[in-house]
């Protein structure tokens, strides 16, 4: 069972607006949302987190909100910039990010300039 | 430091043969996760350390697959037998503490 969701496989965004990545789980225990990004033949780096504690986290040009009610959150980068064109994993995690990480299946972010 | 890395980048084998994978953590990282990456897949989680204690085994890892972390420092995952099925990316990552962990750039295996 995909208990982390990306439902879109690929978005693409013209440069300077602003892009949007969802995502949606269904497990109730998990506490902690990251988000990570990956370019071709690197490991996923680490982007940005959250807390079920909270709804909103900012950092730089990029923020995420959570909506714990409707299990779902989401990545906003604004402005979007060529070097963002990379795949992006929403993961999440129980006891406040003590445990394991589950991964959905990555959204293909593409900037066109 | 120069973050997590692993050993080979790549590796093609025979189906049937045995493979050893080696990562090597940043330094002062007291877990160590392994992860495994197949096409279109986010990473799924195999198994973790804290030190040398392997605390947790997905019920992905089969019989055929077994990881170590000796004295808490780098640590291999072998894979007995491979079958064409193994053919994955295979990632590490450690971390003080869980969030925000850094990965390494993989292992390809291919199985043929």
């Known amino acids: 069972d995909q208990q982390v969701k990306q439902n879109s496989p690929s978005l693409s965004v013209q440069e300077g607006r602003i892009s949007i990545l969802n995502c949606d789980y269904t497990?109730?225990?998990?506490?902690?949302f990251l988000w990570y990004k990956k370019y071709p033949a690197e490991g996923p780096t680490f982007l940005i987190s959250i807390s079920s504690i909270k709804d909103k986290n900012e950092d730089g040009r990029f923020t995420v909100f959570l909506n714990k009610s409707a299990k779902h959150l989401s990545l906003h980068i604004v402005p979007s910039q060529p070097g963002d064109s990379a795949v992006y994993f929403c993961?999440?995690?129980?006891?406040?990010?003590?445990?394991?990480?589950?991964f959905g299946t990555g959204t293909r972010l593409t900037i066109i300039p | 430091d120069t973050g997590v890395s692993q050993d080979p980048r790549h590796k093609i084998t025979k189906r049937g043969q045995n493979v050893t994978f080696r990562c090597d953590p940043i330094s002062e990282h007291n877990r160590l996760y392994w992860y495994r990456q197949t096409l279109g897949q986010g990473p799924e989680f195999l198994t973790y350390f804290q030190n040398e204690a392997q605390l947790e085994k997905s019920r992905l890892l089969s019989d055929r697959f077994s990881a170590e972390r000796p004295k808490g420092s780098f640590s291999t995952l072998e894979i007995q037998r491979t079958e064409q099925g193994d053919s994955a990316m295979y990632l590490c990552?450690?971390?003080?503490?869980?969030?925000?962990?850094?990965f390494g750039s993989g292992t390809r295996l291919t199985v043929v």
């Open positions: 993961a999440a995690s129980a006891n406040f990010g003590n445990e394991k990480l589950t």
């Open positions: 497990n109730s225990m998990f506490d902690y």
């Open positions: 990552a450690s971390s003080a503490r869980t969030y925000g962990y850094t």
